[in-house]
């Protein structure tokens, strides 16, 4: 379990076809405090460390985890947000997420409003449902909160701010049009719209 609160950024450094995809990524987290097997959330995907060392860790990337995501992800020299498991006890800073993707978006516009940038993402039909305005979304593993929403015949296009903290502490500075993103949508969306589904069934 994740709350989209970055708090590390990792350079993928190698890339290794075996059965699984072995992705080597550079990080600055103390190692010694990572075990075998723990789960770091790299750009919203919740991978799990088979391989460390003092300023590094591996992980395996299933071709079912890479047929999900966005196209691109794992390359060498991309920068990845990175975030270690919520323990309990932990700041709740951002909102539950699970590290899972649930669709693939693209940004169609990049642009600065004031300090910040406003970033629009489009979705598919299928996702457009579970996203609200002034509810949060992940996006390549970043908690953020949806400014605006429309929908059209192929899905809906919604609306971000990226704060200079948020884009000098992420990947988010990065994004331009065209970019594929990661997006899980809230958990309570999730739950919502089933809760919905087994109501109409009744």
């Not at 450094?13 to 789960?39: F, H, P």
């Not at 990337?61 to 990845?80: D, P």
């Amino acid at each position: 379990m994740f709350t989209g609160i970055v708090s590390d950024i990792g350079t993928i450094e190698s890339l290794d076809q075996r059965g699984d995809l072995r992705v080597k990524i550079s990080c600055g987290y103390a190692m010694d405090n990572v075990d075998l097997g723990a789960s770091i959330a790299c750009s919203g995907i919740c991978l799990t460390v088979v391989e460390k060392g003092p300023d590094w860790f591996a992980v395996d990337v299933s071709g079912e985890t890479i047929s999900c995501i966005a196209s691109g992800q794992f390359a060498a020299g991309r920068r990845l947000n990175l975030e270690r498991a919520l323990k309990v006890g932990d700041e709740l800073g951002g909102h539950i997420v699970t590290g899972h993707v649930d669709g693939v978006g693209e940004v169609v516009s990049a642009k600065p409003v004031g300090d910040s940038s406003e970033i629009i993402i489009r979705v598919s039909k299928d996702l457009a449902p579970f996203i609200a305005a002034k509810g949060s979304i992940t996006v390549d593993g970043v908690s953020l909160t949806v400014n605006a929403v429309s929908d059209d015949a192929d899905g809906a296009l919604f609306t971000l701010n990226i704060i200079p903290h948020t884009a000098q502490v992420t990947t988010l500075g990065e994004l331009k049009p065209g970019r594929a993103v990661n997006l899980e949508i809230d958990i309570l969306a999730r739950y919502l719209a089933r809760m919905e589904k087994v109501r109409s069934l009744g």
